[in-house]
């Protein structure tokens, strides 16, 4: 995503300071939809000018300018439209206020807009793609590019997203407090799968991808700023750069999954993996226990065993059995089949995957054929296991999970081709 | 979550489609325009694109050197790729209709010509969570 031509230094400086300046442009001209594209335009005139330019010494008041700017035309036009169909007169300083005139307060403008952006009325698609660019910063050609459609298809996404926004008549404001807790669910869990969308590998222009999860790890990391005392906050970035750690040793030279025990734990990255540990700690010390947390306080398990059999298993048992009550996830559930597997052995595990074959959320998901495969290839029943690795293989959408479990497959039919 | 949805002709009816009349073709590439057109507008559009004829079509096998071997139009087949779309949309079900709405283009007389689209989920290079 860095093909703007800026150094990072000013890419971050841009980025940080995109929400900030939306909200000053929102705020003057009530009008979200214009706002942001404005502020879009200011963004991109900044990625022309500064690298040639210089960046000015107050860039704040620069895009603020620049987008005031962009609005003052936007209002004339539409004044002039307006115009044209009613002939009414207006009074363009009313809809178009002088710059001085600006209000300052931009404290909390980075939350209200993730709460507008993450809207309950929009679909998760819209909502990642609305959140990266009127908070993330990023240019529509960006977020295109990172979800392979064309520019204009991501452009319309946008802006259909904006109309339900204005469509639903949701003030610039933070929710009101009853809404509020239910309000900042829904932002975390955008910011969950805008991680989820980054956390990939092999085809496409992964690299860009990849960023995906770095964007959503830098906004995890403004909104727990904002409020540091909300222990889900916590816990998601916690869990995020607890996941995150072991990025690079996710993937094989040739972009091929490694999954966790096989992963050469020299390469986890410890300064993320302390930064996580030593937030879920505080977080866990507030006592209000939340699903991101405990999905943290699993990640820190896996990541404190310097090798894969030091895994504490009964505690990762015991931590889904808390996920589990709080929440009916059939992913929870196939987890936690695991983990009794790990703890009790696999016939155990296997019997309760059994329970999850009429679960209709789960039926002909490839997760419930891969976890059965490796469970029975854990009970030495490689033929059977081998038969779910490939079932699992043709029901997967994604590439490299494919791959991996083809593999497996042919792994275990190979030991018993050369077995006696 | 992307669908490429691919429009299937039986021979028969390609040869048929060219004795269709001025009208009956304007109003079946009308009814394709505002699908494309909706499609655009609602950010579901990735790629959309039609095929020459048959005719013209070669199946092409590496001989022993690796030259390419070509054969002529295959008679014996009795289906032709005609054309496919590629979209993105939120759930399966969207795809469904969107291909729904391709079969309904009209035919002669207006009538809809209920042509079969096959629906195929493409594959992404995103791993969910691993095991």
């Known amino acids: 995503m860095m093909d703007r031509g800026l150094d990072i230094r000013s890419e971050h400086l841009l980025r940080d300071l995109a929400p900030q300046v939306l909200g000053v442009v929102i705020r003057r001209f009530r009008d979200f939809a214009a706002a942001e594209d404005a502020v879009q335009e200011a963004l991109i005139a900044a990625a022309l000018q500064w690298p040639r330019e210089g960046i000015p010494d107050n860039p704040r008041a620069w895009l603020i300018r620049v987008a005031f700017r962009r609005m003052t035309d936007h209002v004339r036009s539409e004044l002039a439209r307006r115009q044209r169909e009613t002939a009414a007169v207006a009074d363009m300083e009313q809809l178009a206020p002088p710059v001085d005139a600006v209000s300052e307060s931009d404290q909390d403008d980075t939350l209200i807009l993730l709460f507008m952006c993450c809207h309950p009325a929009l679909t998760s698609p819209s909502a990642i793609a609305l959140t990266l660019r009127a908070v993330g910063g990023l240019t529509t050609a960006e977020i295109a590019n990172a979800f392979l459609v064309p520019e204009a298809t991501m452009a319309q996404r946008i802006s259909r997203a904006k109309s339900s926004i204005k469509a639903s008549g949701v003030p610039f404001g933070l929710p009101t407090s009853e809404e509020r807790e239910q309000r900042l669910r829904a932002v975390l869990h955008v910011l969950y799968l805008i991680y989820n969308e980054g956390y990939t590998s092999s085809i496409g222009p992964h690299l860009q991808r990849l960023e995906l999860s770095r964007e959503a790890i830098r906004l995890t990391r403004a909104v727990h700023v904002l409020l540091p005392d909300d222990a889900e906050v916590a816990g998601l970035l916690a869990l995020m750069l607890l996941t995150d750690a072991r990025s690079t040793a996710r993937m094989g030279t040739d972009e091929e999954l490694i999954p966790l025990p096989r992963q050469n734990r020299a390469l986890w990255d410890q300064t993320k993996i302390s930064e996580g540990i030593a937030l879920l700690t505080a977080a866990l010390a507030k006592g209000s226990i939340g699903a991101y947390q405990l999905q943290a306080a699993v990640a820190a398990v896996h990541d404190e065993a310097a090798r894969a059999e030091e895994t504490d298993w009964p505690q990762i048992l015991a931590l889904y059995e808390l996920l589990k009550c709080m929440s009916d996830n059939p992913m929870v559930t196939l987890n936690h089949a695991i983990a009794v597997a790990m703890v009790h052995g696999p016939s155990n595990g296997l019997e309760l995957l059994r329970a999850l074959d009429s679960d209709t959320r789960l039926a002909g998901h490839h997760r419930l054929d891969a976890v059965r495969a490796h469970l029975l290839e854990m009970a030495g029943d490689h033929e059977t296991a081998s038969k779910h690795y490939r079932i699992a293989a043709g029901r997967t959408t994604s590439i490299p999970e494919r791959n991996y479990l083809m593999r497996q497959a042919a792994r275990l039919s190979k030991t018993d081709e050369m077995a006696p | ?131």
């Open chain 2, 1 to 131: 979550m992307k669908y490429i949805l691919l429009m299937v002709g039986a021979k028969a009816g390609v040869d048929t489609y060219r004795a269709w009349s001025e009208k009956d073709i304007q109003a079946h590439f009308a009814h394709l325009k505002g699908i494309n057109k909706e499609l655009k507008e609602r950010g579901e559009f990735v790629a959309n694109e039609g095929l020459a004829p048959p005719d013209q079509a070669k199946v092409v096998r590496a001989g022993t050197d690796g030259t390419p071997i070509t054969d002529g139009v295959f008679p014996e087949a009795k289906e032709f790729l005609l054309g496919y779309w590629m979209i993105d949309v939120d759930h399966p079900q969207r795809a469904y209709e969107v291909a729904a709405r391709l079969s309904a283009g009209p035919g002669p007389g207006g009538a809809p010509l209920g042509m079969p689209i096959e629906v195929r989920q493409i594959m992404s290079g995103r791993a969910d969570e691993l095991p």
